[in-house]
């Protein structure tokens, strides 16, 4: 099915709306703005009534796939459902209508909400204090490390090297890199973990801090945290977690416990706020002791005046980074979060991540004849399968199975991630899917694989049932080889 274009369903002298009479006097473009910014003919903009509207955006919706719509299975991003309770207080008129610019004795909720939001999140992790400023997952990570690389500076010993294990997230090495250092990578054992010999005999002077991820990217557990962290510390080095798979630990375990000097929270993720296309995100960064200094500013704090608890910004910190972003953070999405956290409260939160690895292990279960499993070990709120059976047997890729997917209606996990798993197929159900949901989605991924050694035309030209059809890939590489030149 395919939609026309709102300008093709236009129709001259239709329209959806009245405007009441102007009730200032009339006043002439010329006379608001110089000429040349005057466009030279009037704007073509399409005539159509308000019914019509209506329909071709919603068909729209329906062409398009959306979490409201059905599960997004996506390893490490954790793309769960989001509650309409979560909208309904972003839109508050006192939070919705809300300017950046306006003076804090008119902001106390917002700035309460704020304050009481990281402390939440610093209660979670188990750290010291926490920044709500970065925008995403990546930008948290950049201010992790703009932290550490001020630590060290501020000690007189600046470190030149990060090293970042093999199985966290993949934004790590750019945002290292970003900082202004030069990574290092540390491999992984057979069990899928840290490889304890190779971070010995990588750690040296000159190395900053250890990035990883846990559970990491592919599901695991990191067990041997303790042996970690003393190996960093004694070599004066940091040690920063990726917090994009917290989905795992709420109210079972906390990052600051384990001994992190410092951690992102991907507020996208975790905490049931919209992401995707774009944003926005955000990304708080919490810290432990060693790092509270550093943090970016402005920061919220409470303070008593006249008897009452009120609570201001406060930008006057020497040691700090700075500033991270324009004002304080992407506040919609802190709203949000804030609610979700309530909503559910200490013992809500732990049900989620119970019920995310319940869910993950659940369909794993399903599919672990059908796929291969690099590490075969209890996993957490995700898992890792391989399509190397599949492609060895059938010319089957992975690529090609995410594409037939499409066809049964749901939205590919991720693929080709993490690069330590040939023909990854990554998937996180999360904990707001249903049984019922894991079974449909497992039965497709059966199916397919069953065509794949019955039909495996019918796979590898899928999908054929949505409204665009199976790309030419090797003419779009082709195109982005002539656009791009890498």
Known sequence: MKEKLIFDLSHSGRKGY????????????????PSKF??????????????????HFVRLSNLNYHVDKNMYPLGSCTMKY????????????GFASLHPLQPESTAQGALKLMYELEEMLREIAGMAAVSLQPAAGAHGEL????????????????????LVVDSAHGTNPAS??????????????????????DLRAKLDDDVAALMLTNPNTVGIFEKKIPQIEKMVHDNGSLLYMDGANMNALLG??????????????????????????????SG??????????????PLVEKYEKEGRTCYRLNADKPDSIGRMMNFYGNFSVLVRAYTYIRMLGAEGLRRVSENAIINANYLLSRLLDNFSLPYPKPVMHEFCLSGDRQKKENGVRTLDIAKRLLDYGFHAPTIYFPLIVSEALMIEPTETEAKETLDAFADALIAIVEEAASNPEKVLSAPQTTPVKRLDEAQASRQLNICCPI
């Open 18 to 33: 009245r405007l009441s009479p102007l009730d200032i006097p009339e006043r002439s473009a010329e006379s608001l703005l």
């Open 38 to 55: 005057l466009r030279k003919e009037a704007a073509a903009l399409p005539e159509i009534p308000e019914s019509e509207v209506v329909r």
């Open 82 to 93: 989001n509650p309409k309770i979560n909208d309904y207080t972003c839109d508050l008129p």
């Open 143 to 162: 201010t992790g490390i703009l932290m550490i690389k001020k630590y060290h500076e501020k000690l007189g010993k600046p470190r030149h090297k990060l």
């Open 176 to 197: 290292a890199a970003l900082g202004g250092y030069h990574t290092v990578s540390v491999g992984i054992d057979g069990s899928g973990c840290t490889d304890l010999e």
């Open 252 to 281: 079972i375990t906390r990052p600051g416990d384990m001994g992190f000097d410092v951690m992102h929270y991907n507020l996208h993720k975790t905490f049931s706020t919209p992401h995707g296309g774009g944003g926005p995100g």
């Open 284 to 297: 708080p960064v919490g810290v432990s002791e060693r790092l509270v200094e550093f943090l970016p500013v």
